[in-house]
């Protein structure tokens, strides 16, 4: 199962765009990449998904390189409420689709 | 849609107690779950993958003696936490694996339950 590197944290303001990157070296060829973000006591909710180049729903965008050893998750104009944990998975779907979970990047933001 | 309902949201019981805890999708037909551990400031550790109708693979250092998970139907899941001790307090979360159609990529997750051990 590939390994992911996020930053261990960030911090924005309210109203600006968050970028979050993900590298993912070892992806393989079935891997698709799922961003999850998480409040604390709660479960993971699931934000974006996607296999390769840009995807975009109403929460968020994210963008992978034609390498696809990479991602980075886009979120437009931030408010406080987006203070949460963001993780960056990569799973095979044609097995069980198990997760490894790294330590996510925690994204704090300010009034 | 693609609503998973995980219960009770908080347990606290004695040591030496077992506790069951209920992970059901809602509007969707599971054929994988799992089931997470997580403790304070840390990421979610997968403790067991359970399919319908077989029995749970266990990640390693988890004994399938006590935690029990029955996956006895495409909507229900449960983990049974057996003769449970401090050391057993955690954040449980399960999560399910639609059966079918693009979403079957997709985990979506339960609200997650606060195991107090006394």
């Known amino acids: 199962l590939a390994k992911t590197t996020q930053p261990i944290s960030m911090d924005s303001y309210e109203g600006q765009e968050v970028n979050i990157t993900c590298s993912h070296n070892?992806?393989?060829?079935?891997?698709?990449i799922t961003w999850y973000q998480q409040f604390p006591s709660q479960g993971p909710r699931f934000i974006i998904q996607?296999?390769?180049?840009?995807v975009t729903n109403e929460v968020a965008s994210r963008f992978i390189p034609a390498d696809r050893k990479s991602s980075t998750l886009s979120l437009p104009r931030v408010s406080l409420s987006d203070t949460a944990v963001y993780y960056c998975l990569v799973g095979d779907t044609d097995s069980n689709y198990q997760l490894i979970w790294g330590a996510g990047t925690k994204l704090i933001i300010k009034p | 849609g693609a609503v998973v309902s995980q219960h009770p949201s908080r347990v606290i019981c004695k040591s030496g107690t077992s506790v069951k805890i209920e992970c059901r999708s809602l509007?969707?037909?599971?054929?994988?779950m799992f089931w997470y551990r997580q403790f304070p400031k840390q990421s979610l550790m997968l403790m067991a993958t359970?399919?319908?109708?077989?029995?749970?693979?266990?990640e390693q250092g988890v004994e399938k003696d006590k935690f029990l998970i029955n996956h006895a139907s495409l909507t229900l899941s449960t983990l049974t936490v057996t003769s449970a001790h401090p050391e057993d307090s955690s954040f449980y979360i399960c999560?399910?694996?639609?059966?079918?159609?693009?979403?079957?990529?997709?985990?979506?997750f339960g609200a997650g339950t606060r195991l107090s051990v006394l």
């Open positions: 070892n992806i393989a060829t079935n891997d698709y």
């Open positions: 999560s399910a694996r639609p059966l079918a159609g693009l979403a079957k990529n997709i985990q979506y």
């Open positions: 509007d969707f037909q599971a054929t994988t």
């Open positions: 359970s399919n319908e109708g077989s029995k749970a693979t266990y």
């Open positions: 996607g296999y390769k180049t840009k």
